[in-house]
């Protein structure tokens, strides 16, 4: 049976490192606060937003939620993203997508002070994860599936990766962050040419084309870590893109959903913010 990759522990020990560093900007006359943004009534997104707020709470930062009707127009969006990127009690800001087809959400993620992006969504970020250098955040999401390999002691250098899928919120910026680790990457999607041999030949998988249930024994060989990121609703209920009870008699580590990569991202932006805060500070 595999051993479970919980994301609890892992945020918890994000959060408590936290704490002291939040009570330094404090006394320094400055609280962390996060914007975010949401457009209509999603409930993916109410329930980030809800698990973020619990989390800036715990440490002592603050969140300010503007909550706009679906039907807010592009001009309006941009107006208020404006309003943040001047304030200066604001030191980061989450933008909770995907947005109503009726905006263009490229426009809006560039449209977002690179200073205050702490989810890695404008340019200026994507390129410095895509380039090594430069300023910025990667993505939260990504960067948590790193968070949670480090904190089990899963050593990346030398070893052999296959991430499913190629969006810009995970797949592609995880594959950077991999290897910049020394991992050997192989970039997959639900259209490469036998996917199942492709994952069976990697030496840890990661599961994040948002499509539930896509990774079965078929995909599986003993001795892999096998990381899933989906997060799909399925008749009421929560699942990932692996069938998890198809991966566990098989696979030597497996993160579960809910409660894996999940719990983790919400601590990785906050964590995000406290750096962003630390950087206004200092100038």
């Given at each position: 049976m595999a051993e479970i990759l919980t994301g609890a522990p892992v945020a918890e020990a994000i959060i408590q490192s936290l704490i002291p560093r939040v009570e330094r900007l404090k006394s320094a006359g400055v609280t962390p606060r996060l914007a975010m943004i949401r457009l209509g009534e999603v409930g993916s997104q109410l329930a980030y937003q809800h698990s973020a707020q619990r989390v800036l709470k715990r440490i002592g930062a603050e969140a300010e939620c503007f909550a706009l009707p679906d039907s807010t127009s592009q001009a309006e969006l941009l107006a208020l993203v404006e309003e943040i990127n001047r304030r200066g009690d604001i030191q980061g800001c989450m933008i909770l997508r995907p947005l109503?087809?009726?905006?263009?959400?490229?426009?809006?993620?560039?449209?977002?002070?690179?200073?205050?992006?702490?989810?890695?969504?404008?340019?200026?970020?994507?390129?410095?994860?895509?380039?090594?250098?430069?300023?910025?955040?990667?993505?939260?999401?990504?960067?948590?599936?790193?968070?949670?390999?480090?904190?089990?002691?899963?050593?990346?250098?030398?070893?052999?990766?296959?991430?499913?899928?190629?969006?810009?919120?995970?797949?592609?910026?995880?594959?950077?962050?991999?290897?910049?680790?020394?991992?050997?990457?192989?970039?997959?999607?639900?259209?490469?040419?036998?996917?199942?041999?492709?994952?069976?030949?990697?030496?840890?998988?990661?599961?994040?084309?948002?499509?539930?249930?896509?990774?079965?024994?078929?995909?599986?060989?003993?001795?892999?870590?096998?990381?899933?990121?989906?997060?799909?609703?399925?008749?009421?209920?929560?699942?990932?893109?692996?069938?998890?009870?198809?991966?566990?008699?098989?696979?030597?580590?497996?993160?579960?959903?809910?409660?894996g990569v999940g719990a983790v991202t919400t601590a990785v932006l906050a964590k995000h913010l406290i750096d962003a805060a630390e950087k206004a500070l200092s100038g």
């Open positions: 109503p087809s009726s905006i263009d959400e490229q426009a809006v993620c560039a449209a977002l002070a690179p200073e205050k992006d702490v989810d890695g969504i404008t340019p200026t970020a994507l390129g410095a994860v895509f380039t090594g250098a430069g300023s910025g955040y990667p993505p939260c999401t990504a960067q948590a599936c790193i968070a949670l390999l480090d904190h089990y002691g899963i050593d990346l250098a030398g070893e052999h990766v296959a991430v499913i899928g190629r969006s810009l919120v995970v797949g592609r910026p995880l594959s950077m962050l991999l290897q910049a680790r020394d991992a050997t990457v192989t970039l997959c999607h639900s259209r490469s040419r036998d996917l199942p041999g492709l994952c069976q030949a990697a030496d840890i998988l990661i599961a994040a084309a948002g499509s539930a249930g896509l990774i079965g024994r078929e995909h599986l060989s003993p001795g892999q870590t096998v990381i899933d990121v989906g997060i799909n609703a399925v008749r009421g209920r929560i699942c990932g893109d692996v069938r998890f009870d198809e991966a566990e008699p098989i696979v030597r580590r497996l993160s579960p959903v809910p409660g």
